[in-house]
Nanobody, 117 residues
Framework: QVQPVESGGGLVQAGGSLTLSCSVS?????????VAWYRQAPGKEREVIAT????????HYTDSMRGRFTIYRNYHENRAFLHMNGRKFEDTAIYYC?????????WGQGTQVTVSS
């Protein structure tokens, strides 16, 4: 079992940027792990933002998220990141990291991002 841990959430001004981090508690990312970032806004369903494959770094974005989010990983830090530009009020949500390993998906607890004026 993999235990993702998110960090980096908080309060950000509209138009600002923020970078979230995902690591694995007590372990490391390996090989074919697929790391995904999701978010869930108040009263809405959880939606996927982007995914990245750990070994080759290949990335995919949901069309509506493309351009304002960047997913990447750092091998040496053993972390995956989600960088967000140009925050809007509607980006206020809980952001989750998930890790898919050998057909099993594990979720982190999420980190709150609040966009303010």
């Amino acid at each position: 079992q993999v235990q993702p841990v998110e960090s980096g959430g908080g309060l950000v001004q509209a138009g600002g940027s923020l970078t979230l981090s995902c690591s694995v508690s007590g372990g490391t990312f390996v090989g074919d792990d697929m790391v995904a970032w999701y978010r869930q806004a108040p009263g809405k369903e959880r939606e996927v933002i982007a995914t990245i494959t750990w070994d080759d770094g290949s990335r995919h974005y949901t069309d509506s998220m493309r351009g304002r989010f960047t997913i990447y990983r750092n091998y040496h830090e053993n972390r995956a990141f989600l960088h967000m530009n140009g925050r809007k009020f509607e980006d206020t949500a809980i952001y989750y990291c998930s890790v898919k390993r050998e057909c099993v998906v594990d979720w982190g607890q999420g980190t709150q991002v609040t966009v303010s004026s």
